[in-house]
Every structure is written in structure tokens, then in C-alpha cells.
């Protein structure tokens, strides 16, 4: 089990988990805190919809790409530990949405593949080995063990991140939520009053599904913009309910 004061569920190639991730980084490198990073796939969580009928073109795909990554990260915890998952994970967001200037929802599912994986992977100095594991769904086990604890943890009706507060004992939510990446004396003040909030044990909610569009590159909006405001209901620009 997880020796943490955090532990953080992530889907590799959801854009929100991706910038509150850059926020617990900033704070955990001016704080004494230990993270672990877990797996919730997004693919899973939605097992049950009909993504044709619910979502807009490309979630799917994109979805997959992120369980075929989740299945890389997977093989990576097992054989080279924990720590190497958080800079696999790093990598992968900062390829994925920091790098490049994509719109198109669909081009997700481009980065489960090696083409997108294998730099990566020689930058971090790690086996190409460890791309077989795309499309080696006997970890999809473990991958369903961890989004079923992330999930038993919340209630179902959430997305990605999940963060888990003190585990085991502390209480655990869907996000924070972010569209902007906080100044780094901004970053140690959200968290303290996000602990504060969880901290309380009959704290359940906050939520607004009103969000701005990630500041993130691979949507178009500089380090320095606003990106346009949109309704994410669902969680996930998801046409129904």
C-alpha cells in the first residue's frame, strides 16, 4: 500500500488531470510531501456508454490511447517502482499537451501508439522494451483494481484526477479542477485551503461545470491567456447526461 501524503489517480491523457498535476508538483517542491501516482482509466470509468451517443468525435479514441498508456505506466511501476511512474506520467502530459498546438479532440488517440511513446521513453532512459506493454491488456487487471479503489473512494459519478488525502485513512475527491496553472506562493494557498475543505468530514462538494479551456498549449492558449469558457457537464464536454 501506498506510504503517501498523497495519492493521485490520473489518466495519462485527460487535459484537467494533467494541470492539477502541474499544480501538486509546484507544491510538493516547496513542501515535504510524497505522492503516489495511481491509475483511473478513463476508458473504464466508461465502459458502460455509448460514446457515439454521449460524447463528441474522438473521446473514444482518445480514452483508449489513455487505457494503452495507463498499460505502459503499469509495466513501468512493476518493474522499475513507483517513482519511475511520476516521471513517465510527466513526460507523457508535458509530450501531450505542452509541446504541441492540437484542437482536434480525435488526435488523442496518436499518442497511445509508439511513434508518440518511444521518445519518451529515451529521454527518461528507459527500455523501448516497456512500449510492448500497449497492447498487453493482461494489465488491464490492475488498471481495473486501481479505478475500482479510485472510484470506491468518491462515488461513481466523477472523472479524473482523483485525489486522496492522507491515505488511507483521509478523505479523497474529484479534482481540484483547474484551467490555469497558480503562481507558485498561489499553488501553496490553493492546496491548504483545498486540505482545509477535505479536512472537514462532512465536506462532500463543490462544483461548477462552467470551465475555461485548459492553459495548456495542445488547446490553443498560451501560458499567459484565458482560455474561452466552456460547459464541460459530464465532466467531459459530454452531449447527455
Given at each position: 500500500?501506498?506510504?503517501?501524503?498523497?495519492?493521485?489517480?490520473?489518466?495519462?491523457?485527460?487535459?484537467?488531470?494533467?494541470?492539477?498535476?502541474?499544480?501538486?508538483?509546484?507544491?510538493?517542491?516547496?513542501?515535504?510531501?510524497?505522492?503516489?501516482?495511481?491509475?483511473?482509466?478513463?476508458?473504464?470509468?466508461?465502459?458502460?456508454?455509448?460514446?457515439?451517443?454521449?460524447?463528441?468525435?474522438?473521446?473514444?479514441?482518445?480514452?483508449?490511447?489513455?487505457?494503452?498508456?495507463?498499460?505502459?505506466?503499469?509495466?513501468?511501476?512493476?518493474?522499475?517502482?513507483?517513482?519511475?511512474?511520476?516521471?513517465?506520467?510527466?513526460?507523457?502530459?508535458?509530450?501531450?499537451?505542452?509541446?504541441?498546438?492540437d484542437l482536434d479532440e480525435s488526435a488523442r488517440?496518436?499518442?497511445?501508439?509508439?511513434?508518440?511513446?518511444?521518445?519518451?521513453?529515451?529521454?527518461?532512459?528507459?527500455?523501448?522494451?516497456?512500449?510492448?506493454?500497449?497492447?498487453?491488456?493482461?494489465?488491464?487487471?490492475?488498471?481495473?483494481?486501481?479505478?475500482?479503489?479510485?472510484?470506491?473512494?468518491?462515488?461513481?459519478?466523477?472523472?479524473?484526477?482523483?485525489?486522496?488525502?492522507?491515505?488511507?485513512?483521509?478523505?479523497?475527491?474529484?479534482?481540484?479542477?483547474?484551467?490555469?496553472?497558480?503562481?507558485?506562493?498561489?499553488?501553496?494557498?490553493?492546496?491548504?485551503?483545498?486540505?482545509?475543505?477535505?479536512?472537514?468530514?462532512?465536506?462532500?462538494?463543490?462544483?461548477?461545470?462552467?470551465?475555461?479551456?485548459?492553459?495548456?498549449?495542445?488547446?490553443?492558449?498560451?501560458?499567459?491567456?484565458?482560455?474561452?469558457?466552456?460547459?464541460?457537464?459530464?465532466?467531459?464536454?459530454?452531449?447527455?447526461?
Amino acid at each position: 500500500m501506498s506510504e503517501a501524503d498523497l495519492n493521485f489517480y490520473f489518466d495519462p491523457l485527460c487535459p484537467f488531470a494533467w494541470m492539477t498535476s502541474k499544480w501538486v508538483r509546484m507544491v510538493t517542491a516547496q513542501r515535504a510531501y510524497t505522492v503516489d501516482w495511481r491509475f483511473v482509466s478513463l476508458r473504464m470509468v466508461n465502459a458502460s456508454i455509448d460514446y457515439e451517443a454521449h460524447f463528441p468525435p474522438g473521446y473514444e479514441a482518445g480514452h483508449t490511447a489513455g487505457l494503452r498508456l495507463l498499460r505502459v505506466a503499469a509495466r513501468t511501476r512493476a518493474e522499475f517502482g513507483r517513482e519511475a511512474v511520476g516521471l513517465l506520467y510527466a513526460s507523457i502530459g508535458a509530450q501531450a499537451f505542452d509541446t504541441v498546438v492540437d484542437l482536434d479532440e480525435s488526435a488523442r488517440a496518436d499518442r497511445g501508439n509508439v511513434a508518440f511513446l518511444q521518445p519518451i521513453l529515451e529521454d527518461l532512459a528507459l527500455p523501448l522494451t516497456l512500449a510492448d506493454a500497449l497492447d498487453d491488456d493482461s494489465y488491464d487487471g490492475v488498471l481495473h483494481r486501481e479505478t475500482d479503489e479510485a472510484l470506491a473512494l468518491t462515488g461513481k459519478d466523477v472523472g479524473t484526477p482523483i485525489l486522496h488525502f492522507a491515505p488511507p485513512d483521509g478523505v479523497a475527491f474529484f479534482g481540484p479542477v483547474i484551467s490555469r496553472l497558480p503562481s507558485e506562493e498561489d499553488a501553496t494557498r490553493l492546496w491548504d485551503n483545498i486540505v482545509g475543505l477535505s479536512s472537514f468530514p462532512g465536506f462532500a462538494e463543490l462544483k461548477r461545470s462552467l470551465r475555461e479551456r485548459p492553459q495548456l498549449r495542445s488547446f490553443g492558449v498560451d501560458d499567459d491567456a484565458v482560455g474561452v469558457e466552456e460547459d464541460w457537464h459530464g465532466g467531459s464536454r459530454r452531449l447527455k447526461k
